[in-house]
């Protein structure tokens, strides 16, 4: 069975699966419950083995009420806990009080939080404050009890969400639990795997708490979690008899004086990624000098967008705007290049040129990062990080094609496809030139016959796991070009 990306969800469709489970698969909620502080005891075991003393935070939901559960049971194996209430117990739901009042009956110490509390040195903290129905700023009280957990310096591990996450967008409300480990159940949400979260969910762990497959097909997900084994069919081993003009003709457009590397590092990724040819439309003051670093690339001086028109006959694919700059030049060349039926990957500069003079086609993949996305919807960098899940899909509408928002968690939006999530990459990715690098391989896949929607899918991907296999020797001083060897490495690994 070929592999399947995996499901997202926001807060309101978890809600929907929860009724569907009472209502029709007769899953009650304290069945729910049981199965939820059961699931995370058992990760907490293999996670944490030597751990003896444990601090729980416990609200006044039904996050409390797992963790309520998960106290009993790690009392039970003799550990020493302590439960710690924060906010008004008194409106707890009955199978959240049945759970409290099942610790209490079996003598483990609850207590209410205040901000003397001692948590005597905890080997690990739980946090089961705030669940995922949480999206207004958080209380005085609840921020203290995050404060107190940090200042403990033991490892945190999240039920569901870190508290102060919101679970549909990633935001920070207010202030956040920083988890080591986040054990969240029924399904991936999306705050969990974009804009902030991403940075205090820690290891992530997903416990569909045995719903069947039949209940949770019948909610239809808000966005999926890529899997490289979805695209393996797309790369497709080569025959014997094969040839450079069967691999794709890429032509990437740009480089003015003083940008000259990052049409060069977009040429080779296009290569790396497999297309047999490679042509480059940059400024005449250096185009001799491009083949000097990367001989296998063919190279052209553009003084007018007339030099285009031979170039642009013999492509299959164009990549616009790498190092392209806005200037009178630029603007003549991405009038040039729109024009042609060429599918077209838009980056950088292009995608700046493209917020002053607004266009629509359907083959394109325009790769903003926030910055540019907050340019193209007119919008401040801030909200769009707001909502990336919103941004992503509203600049698709907006201009056409397909848009990948770049950034932790980055976001794809294909239609009809449900927008798609990597959840690959690290921080040391965060260096001049992997969006030039990104914009190659994905020109090299639709060079290569694949469809705009699933070479940007695959593009992010495999940029991002060379991305994670580069930084295993440092995250910091990484640069764009040592992704090149991995990109070779992981398109031929699917074969």
């Not at 729980?56 to 996050?63: R, V």
């Not at 935001?171 to 205090?200: C, D, E, H, P, Q």
């Amino acid at each position: 069975m070929q592999p399947i990306n995996v499901p997202i969800y926001q807060a309101a469709q978890i809600r929907e699966l929860e009724k569907l489970a009472i209502a029709k698969f007769n899953l009650s909620s304290q069945t729910m419950m049981q199965r939820a502080g059961k699931a995370a005891s058992e990760f907490l075991l293999r996670r944490w083995p030597q751990v003896k003393r444990v601090a729980i935070f416990c609200g006044s939901g039904n996050n409390g009420g797992d963790g309520y559960v998960l106290a009993k049971l790690l009392h039970e194996r003799g550990m020493d806990i302590s439960v710690w209430q924060v906010g008004n117990h008194d409106a707890l739901s009955e199978v959240a009080r049945d759970a409290l009042d099942a610790c209490k009956k079996d003598n483990v110490p609850v207590n209410p939080f205040s901000e003397a509390v001692d948590l005597v040195h905890p080997d690990l903290i739980v946090d089961a404050i705030c669940g995922i129905g949480l999206h207004d700023q958080l209380r005085k009280e609840t921020m203290a009890a995050i404060d107190k957990m940090h200042r403990s310096h033991a490892p945190i591990f999240s039920i569901d969400i870190p508290t102060g996450i919101d679970a549909d967008t990633g935001n920070v409300l207010g202030k956040a639990v920083r988890a080591s480990a986040t054990i969240t159940f029924i399904g991936l949400k999306l705050g969990l795997l974009t804009g902030s979260g991403i940075a205090y969910t820690g290891e992530l762990v997903l416990n569909d708490l045995q719903f069947p497959a039949e209940l949770l097909n019948s909610v239809k997900p808000i966005a999926e979690k890529l899997q490289l084994g979805a695209f393996a069919s797309l790369l497709k081993p080569r025959t014997r008899d094969w040839h450079k003009g069967m691999s794709g003709h890429v032509l990437i457009v740009g480089g003015y004086p003083g940008y000259s590397g990052a049409p060069r590092m977009a040429a080779e990724a296009a290569l790396r990624i497999g297309a047999g040819l490679v042509s480059v439309a940059t400024h005449p003051e250096h185009a001799a000098s491009l083949n000097a670093f990367l001989p296998e690339i063919m190279c052209h001086g553009i003084h007018t967008p007339d030099d285009l028109s031979p170039l642009i006959e013999r492509a299959d694919v164009i990549v616009f705007g790498p190092g392209l700059s806005q200037t009178s030049w630029a603007k003549l060349l991405f009038t040039k290049v729109y024009e042609t039926a060429l599918p077209l990957v838009v980056d950088a500069d292009g995608l700046n040129l493209l917020a002053t003079d607004a266009n629509v086609r359907e083959n394109w993949v325009l790769t903003p990062h926030p910055g540019e996305a907050a340019r193209l919807l007119n919008e401040s960098t801030e909200v769009i990080q707001q909502d990336r899940l919103l941004a992503v899909n509203t600049i698709q509408q907006r201009y056409g094609g397909v848009c990948v928002l770049k950034g932790a968690g980055t976001l794809i939006s294909a239609p009809p496809a449900l927008p798609a999530l990597c959840n690959k990459g690290n921080p040391g990715m965060a260096s001049a030139g992997m969006g030039d690098v990104l914009s190659g391989v994905i020109g090299g896949l639709i060079a290569q016959k694949i469809p705009l929607g699933d070479a940007a899918k695959l593009g992010v991907y495999i940029h991002a796991m060379a991305g994670d296999l580069a930084a295993k020797e440092g995250e910091r001083g990484m640069i764009a070009t040592d992704l090149m060897p991995y990109l070779r490495r992981l398109n031929n690994s699917m074969v």
